[in-house]
């Protein structure tokens, strides 16, 4: 059985850093690519960067483009997300996501249960 | 950017009726479009892909048409477990970014 499990979301304060882990079991980790999927509250579903299995494309939602970076550890079976001079805005439920292929579409067939993070004074 | 226009907003149907939820693109998307289903407090599941595709394990009774603009996803008979919150994803311009609509609340009437 495929589980994802997040971690690290925490109450931050605006122009901080922080950084997200997802724990990967249950299939073979490095024959997928990897998404970050963010829901604010009460809200709708945002993509916010993927990586492919080999970590060698990695795309990101303008709406974070220079700030996140997406990362992974084929041998730990982990996914990484750094978030850098977050900003209210990020305030969201992050959703660490397997894609259906090694790269590729964007589809997303196993969620974690997410890590809620806060960005507030 | 693509903006995915989900509607209605909310849609009341009885258990066991048929159930159509719309989602318009504001620019061709192709076929490259997916569902997913979100029950409360619970992580999104994927329903379809390329627009008319079950994933595995997605029962029968839900079918998605459409191409382009116009997509429909039509649940055949209800069950308990279907009421919830669906969004339609389009994927067309992928890597440059997917896009979501807001999501169609599905509930009990």
């Known amino acids: 059985e495929v589980q994802l499990v997040e971690s690290g979301g925490m109450l931050v304060q605006p122009g901080r850093s922080l950084r997200l882990s997802c724990a990967a079991s249950?299939?073979?980790?490095?024959?997928?690519?990897m998404h970050w999927v963010r829901q604010a509250p009460g809200k709708g579903l945002e993509w916010v960067s993927s990586?492919?299995?080999?970590?060698?494309?990695?795309h990101y939602a303008d709406s974070v483009k220079g700030r996140f970076r997406i990362s992974r550890d084929n041998a730990e079976n982990s996914l990484y997300l750094e978030m850098n001079s977050v900003r209210p805005e990020d305030t969201a439920l992050y959703y660490c996501?397997?894609?259906?292929?090694?790269?590729?579409?964007?589809?997303?067939?196993?969620w974690g249960q997410g890590t809620l993070v806060t960005v507030s004074s | 950017d693509t903006v995915m226009t989900q509607s209605p907003a909310t849609l009341s149907v009885s258990p066991g009726e048929r159930a159509t939820l719309s989602c318009r693109a504001s620019q061709s998307v192709g076929s490259n479009l997916a569902w997913y289903l979100q029950n409360p407090g619970q992580a999104p599941r994927l329903l379809i892909y390329?627009?008319?595709t079950r994933a595995i394990g997605v029962p029968a009774r839900f079918s998605g048409s459409g191409s382009g603009t116009e997509f429909t996803l039509t649940i055949s008979s209800l069950q308990s477990e279907d009421f919830a919150v669906y969004y339609c994803q389009q994927y067309n311009n992928w890597p440059r970014g997917c896009t979501f609509g807001q999501g169609t609340k599905l509930e009990i009437k």
């Open positions: 996501a397997k894609a259906t292929a090694a790269a590729g579409y964007p589809l997303f067939d196993s």
């Open positions: 990586i492919s299995w080999n970590s060698g494309t990695m």
């Open positions: 390329g627009a008319s």
């Open positions: 249950g299939f073979i980790f490095d024959d997928y690519a």
